[in-house]
C-alpha cells in the first residue's frame, strides 16, 4: 500500500468511517497495532474532550452490555477509571435515582423510562455539542424517538432489540413458536430449570401475553389473570434474575426470559440454544445514554458517551455484546454473518408482533405490588 492510500484509509478511520479490524486488515499492520499505538498516539481514536476529565466515572448499565476492549481503551485515552454498576431493572434504576447519592455519571435506561426521569428532574438536557460523534440523521427514527420529551433531548441512542426466549434444544427437543408454549413447558417437561426476568415489564409482560392481552396491559382484570399464571408457576422456576448467562451455561437452567444480545453470546459457545420471539408479541425496545441530575463528572460523562457514538467504536461494542445498533454507520461496519442473523435482526412478521414498553408501566401500583407478591411467594 502507497502513502496516499495508507493515508486515506488511516483518516477515514479516524472518522469513524471503518472499524479498526477494516484499517488494520487493508493496511497490513496486523499485530503491529500495539506498537504503532504506542508510537504514534494519532492512529488510535480518542474521545471528544479529553482534557480535565478527572479520574473516575461511574457507569450504570446492564449485564454483558459492553466491550470490555472498548471500555479500557477509553481509560487509556483519557486516565479515567470506569465504574460499572450493572443492574437488572428499570424499577430498580429509578428507585435509586429517586433515593439520590447513586454517584453514577452514565446510565443506560430504556426507551419507555425516559420521560419519567425527565417529568421527575432526574436526568439532563443534553448538550449535543458536547457529543459531536452523535449524528440524529443516521439514527432510526423509531428507535430514538423517545429520547426527546417536548421537544428537550435527554437522551441519545445506544442499541435495540426484542425480548424472547432461549430454549435448550439439547434439553427440550420440541420445538417452541409461543409464549403460551413457554409458560405451559415451564410447568411441564421443564420444570425447576426456567428463569424469568427480575423485572416487572417483561415477566408480567409475556404472562399478559399468554392469555392474548396487550405487553402493556394495566387492566386489573388482566392483570389479575397474569398474576395467578405467575404464581402457578413459580415453584416450578429455577431462579427470578436477569443474570441468566451463567446459569443458562451451566445447564442449571434450560430456558430462560432472554434478550437478544444475551442470546447472541450464548449461541456462540452452545449453538444447542434457540432464540424464540413468541409468535402471538412480546417486546421491542430501545436503549439510550443520559446523564443524571447528580451526575458528578458530567465532563467525563460526555466524553464516554461521545466515544461510544464513534461508528467504528459502537461497531466494535456490537461484535462483543450482539445487539443490534441504531446507528446506521455501525451498522454498515458489521461482519454480513451478523446482519443476516435471524436473532439480530428477525424477520419482519415477527417484529410486526411486538409492543414497545409503554411510560404507564414503569410507575403502574398494581404491577409494582404484583412482581412482589410474585417474588415473595
Known amino acids: 500500500m502507497d502513502r496516499k492510500a495508507f493515508l486515506h484509509e488511516l483518516r477515514r478511520w479516524q472518522k469513524g468511517s471503518v472499524s479498526r479490524r477494516h484499517f488494520f486488515g487493508v493496511t497490513g499492520l496486523g499485530t503491529a497495532t500495539a506498537v504503532l499505538g504506542t508510537a504514534m498516539p494519532g492512529l488510535r481514536s480518542r474521545p471528544a474532550h479529553a482534557a480535565d476529565l478527572g479520574s473516575q466515572l461511574a457507569l450504570a448499565t446492564w449485564p454483558n452490555y459492553h466491550n470490555q476492549a472498548n471500555l479500557d481503551q477509553f481509560t487509556a485515552d483519557t486516565g479515567v477509571a470506569i ?130 392481552y396487550s405487553f402493556n396491559s394495566v387492566d386489573p382484570k388482566e392483570l389479575a389473570d397474569a398474576e395467578k399464571l405467575l404464581l402457578d408457576a413459580k415453584p416450578h422456576l429455577f431462579a427470578i434474575s436477569s443474570d441468566y448467562q451463567p446459569s443458562i451455561r451451566s445447564e442449571d437452567a434450560w430456558m430462560t426470559v432472554c434478550w437478544t444480545g444475551d442470546a447472541t453470546q450464548l449461541r456462540r459457545d452452545m449453538p444447542e440454544l434457540s432464540y424464540v420471539l413468541g409468535k402471538e408479541g412480546g417486546e421491542i425496545w430501545s436503549d439510550f445514554f443520559a446523564i443524571p441530575k447528580e451526575a458528578p463528572n458530567k465532563a467525563a460523562a460526555y466524553a464516554f458517551i461521545d466515544f461510544l457514538q464513534t461508528p467504528a467504536i459502537n461497531a466494535e461494542e456490537v461484535e462483543a455484546h450482539g445487539y443490534p445498533p441504531i446507528d ?24 410486526s408482533a411486538l409492543e414497545f414498553g409503554a411510560a404507564a408501566t414503569l410507575t403502574d401500583p398494581n404491577r409494582a405490588e404484583i412482581m412482589a407478591r410474585f417474588k415473595a411467594a
Not at 446506521?328 to 417484529?351: F, G, H, I
Open 83 to 212: 465504574q460499572l454498576n450493572a443492574f437488572g431493572s428499570n424499577e430498580e434504576m429509578l428507585a435509586k435515582l429517586q433515593a439520590g447519592g447513586t454517584g453514577w455519571d452514565v446510565l443506560v435506561p430504556t426507551n419507555y423510562t425516559i420521560s419519567t426521569y425527565a417529568e421527575l428532574g432526574l436526568i439532563e438536557p443534553l448538550d449535543l455539542s458536547k457529543l459531536p460523534n452523535f449524528d440524529p440523521a443516521t439514527n432510526e427514527a423509531r428507535f430514538m424517538a423517545e429520547g426527546t420529551v417536548d421537544g428537550v433531548v435527554y437522551a441519545v441512542p445506544k442499541n435495540w432489540g426484542t425480548t424472547g426466549f432461549l430454549v435448550n434444544t439439547a434439553k427440550l427437543t420440541k420445538p417452541l413458536t409461543s409464549w403460551k408454549e413457554f409458560w405451559d413447558v415451564a410447568q411441564a417437561e421443564a420444570s425447576g430449570r426456567v428463569m424469568v426476568h427480575d423485572y416487572q415489564l417483561t415477566t408480567i409482560g409475556n404472562a399478559l401475553i399468554y392469555f392474548g
Open 328 to 351: 446506521s454507520r455501525a451498522k454498515a461496519l458489521l461482519p454480513q454473518e451478523m446482519v443476516n442473523d435471524p436473532v439480530l435482526y428477525p424477520a419482519a412478521d415477527l417484529l
